[in-house]
């Protein structure tokens, strides 16, 4: 199931199990994204995905197994040297997360004022540049409350940008996007991160996105990846799980569990 | 074997003040790590920021509420003394009255109400919309951004604000003393400079100081903890008036029986 691997991998996850009391989100994951991939994570909703991503930078720990970042066990960090690691990691969150109360230019500035020693005119020069990468240069001065929900994701993604991350964490990047807009996010992720040499792990459950983003994917099905492998393989599945999910038919083994209708499997 | 009554929510009070005093150790412990790279704990803007909303927007009504409680104050004892003659007591009454309880009580209560409620609702609606959760992964402390100014303000602030609450109670005071107790301004001043000792006005300061980190922190615990979306930010929000309210009138019970005992 993991994929081949011939060089060091930026990030492995091995045998990662999480429960949240009696419920068990994550059943003994193995998971190694190799430097520079585009891993697209699909599965349904509620399925643990976004759980993943939070486990990756440290905001979850798991209840066995490990997190690693290059040869850093994630799990077993002190906070000092888990916020380096999450200094290196850019997230994206699905609403975007930008801070309501920071304008757009504050949002930008603020991994760089409290994390580095950069003078305000590096700080500035560099807010400009990564505001002309996602096309929003003209909003620098005004608040989230004022922006689209996509004018936001392009916000959010500049942001996470500043610090130059070695890894990009993208949850749900074009949920509650229109096509046209989600499409151009789509070709921004590419872009920015082919711009950037960044790994990036994309959770998504919007198949056009998945296909379009990733150069690697897989399935998380009942708390297990299901399948992993480069997207044409994803189209020919036999896999009944994948094909139902990929083609979105309402027959097959996912509806057939009714496990989903909780979210996570107990 | 059966839970007694009331156990169930004796560990459930014992379980969030712990997690009160972790999140006060984990401030502690992000500041320390910052100070440890040569920057300072928070931005002075931010800080300032705070004060001003802590401090300077809660004068005019902890000024307002504690004038006519002392108002009220003097009018009702000074009406009940005069039946003995002993209307010159009222002056020390009210000013050893406040400076040692009423004072740095009602502060902590209207702070409650006003900041206390304030920084639940802010820190809850930005914890719901993920944006403590994107500060904490940027590998910014949450804590030491978003609490550690609204902690210093309130607790730095509230000294500030007893005192200008003693002195508004003590300005009510003085109009009924004057008006209706026919204490002239002077000799009330000196019946309130003969009647305070020292140890009434540090215990009022050391209370106010207390009273605004209890108020601080239940305020900031309430707002990271918040689950539900906007109708729990709305629960938390009242929560933490309610837990603050009753913790700053407990603390104060406390530290009177502590006080006394000493």
Redesign the interface.
């Known amino acids: 199931m993991d994929g081949e691997m011939n060089q060091s991998p930026l990030l492995s996850l091995e045998h990662v199990k999480l429960r949240f009391g009696e419920q068990t989100v994550l059943d003994g994951i193995h998971l190694q994204v190799q430097p520079q991939e585009r891993l697209v994570i699909m599965g349904q909703s509620g399925g643990g995905k976004s759980t993943l991503l939070?486990l990756i930078?440290g905001?979850l720990t798991p209840s066995e197994g490990r997190v690693r970042f290059r040869d850093q066990e994630v799990n077993r960090l002190g906070?000092?040297q888990?916020?380096?690691?999450?200094?290196k990691?850019g997230?994206v969150?699905?609403?975007s997360?930008?801070?309501?109360s920071l304008s757009v230019r504050d949002n930008l500035a603020?991994?760089m004022?409290?994390?580095t020693r950069m003078g305000a005119k590096e700080i500035e020069r560099v807010i400009d540049e990564k505001l002309e990468l996602v096309q929003m240069g003209h909003v620098k001065d005004q608040m989230p409350s004022e922006l689209s929900g996509g004018m936001k994701k392009r916000i959010g993604l500049a942001r996470a940008l500043v610090l130059e991350p070695e890894l990009i964490l993208f949850d749900e990047p074009s949920a509650g996007l229109d096509p046209v807009t989600s499409s151009v996010i789509d070709e921004l992720i590419i872009s920015l991160t082919e711009h950037t040499r960044a790994t990036s792990v994309i959770v998504t459950h919007e198949m056009n996105s998945a296909f379009r983003i990733g150069t690697r994917m897989v399935m998380l099905y009942e708390g297990k990846f299901i399948a992993d492998g480069p997207p044409q393989d994803f189209r020919q599945s036999q896999n009944p799980v994948v094909a139902q999910f990929v083609e979105g038919r309402t027959n097959g083994p996912i509806g057939e569990s009714g496990k989903w209708e909780v979210g996570m499997r107990k | 074997m059966p839970d007694l009554p009331g156990l169930g929510i004796l560990r459930r009070a014992l379980a969030q003040v712990s997690s009160i005093v972790w999140l006060l150790i984990g401030m502690g412990g992000e500041i320390g790590d910052h100070l440890a790279r040569g920057r300072l704990p928070f931005r002075r803007a931010v800080l300032f920021e705070q004060t001003a909303r802590t401090g300077v927007g809660s004068v005019p009504l902890v000024g307002m509420v504690s004038f006519f409680l002392g108002l009220t104050m003097a009018l009702l004892t000074g009406y009940e003394l005069r039946t003995f003659g002993m209307e010159r007591l009222v002056p020390e009454l009210v000013a050893t009255a406040f400076c040692r309880e009423l004072g740095p009580l009602m502060t902590g209560i209207v702070l409650a109400a006003r900041i206390g409620a304030a920084y639940t609702a802010e820190l809850g609606t930005m914890t719901v919309s993920e944006e403590v959760e994107a500060i904490e992964a940027m590998g910014i402390g949450p804590l030491r951004f978003l609490v550690g100014p609204k902690l210093v303000a309130i607790v730095l602030l509230m000294p500030c604000l007893v005192v200008i609450s003693n002195v508004a109670a003590l300005i009510g005071g003085a109009v009924i003393s004057i008006t209706t107790l026919n204490i002239a301004l002077s000799y009330f001043v000196d019946l309130v400079r003969e009647g305070l000792l020292v140890k009434d006005v540090i215990a009022g300061i050391i209370k106010s100081l207390m009273f605004g980190l209890i108020v601080g922190l239940v305020a900031c615990y309430r707002g990271l903890t918040v689950k539900g979306g906007a109708a729990g930010v709305g629960a938390a929000t009242t929560s933490s008036v309610v837990t603050s309210i009753t913790t700053v009138i407990a603390a104060d019970s406390v530290f009177n029986i502590l006080l006394v005992k000493i």
Do not use: F, G, H, K
Not at chain 1, 97 to 100: C, G, H, K, R, Y
């Open positions: 939070r930078i905001i906070r000092r888990l916020n380096v690691i999450r200094a990691t997230m969150y699905q609403y997360a930008l801070i309501s603020l991994p004022e409290e994390l």
